[in-house]
């Protein structure tokens, strides 16, 4: 048995990707539209050129999603995808990429658990939480 994350996007599904593809180092794995469905009497109309499903692996995680139509489409609310990083560097970087025309719920920090941790959703809908943690010893 294996757990996939499915995440749906109100239009830009393709664009996210190709965003995570590039700045995060992951892989497309695929990419169907809605109009490449064998029936096309099963598309709905304006839904040609969305994302039907797709797959991107991110280190050793596979994401999968596609694209709803607007009107069903809410940002992602209550649930995280959880980057850990190797260095408060890396957090930097990607805090600033992903926070971009997104919306910061706690900006990047120190806390006593990691040298650099945020929580943000950026532009495409998705909400991330940054984490380089800190060794943590033995607890008594």
């Not at 992602?76 to 957090?91: E, G, I, P, T, V």
């Not at 990691?114 to 950026?122: G, P």
């Amino acid at each position: 048995m294996r757990l996939n994350t499915y995440l749906n996007y109100g239009g830009n599904c393709a664009e996210a990707f190709k965003f995570y593809e590039e700045h995060l180092g992951g892989k497309i794995g695929m990419m169907m539209k809605h109009g490449d469905m064998p029936d096309p009497s099963k598309v709905i109309p304006g839904m040609e050129n969305a994302v039907l499903h797709a797959t991107i692996t991110i280190g050793e995680t596979l994401i999968m999603a596609s694209d709803v139509p607007p009107d069903r489409w809410k940002p992602m609310r209550s649930a995280y995808l959880a980057l850990n990083l190797a260095s408060d560097a890396d957090a930097e970087r990607l805090f600033s990429l992903l926070a971009d025309g997104g919306e910061v719920f706690m900006p990047l920090q120190e806390t006593f658990f990691a040298s650099r941790f945020a929580q943000l959703r950026d532009k495409f809908g998705t909400s991330w939480m940054l984490i380089h943690e800190k060794p943590m010893g033995a607890r008594p």
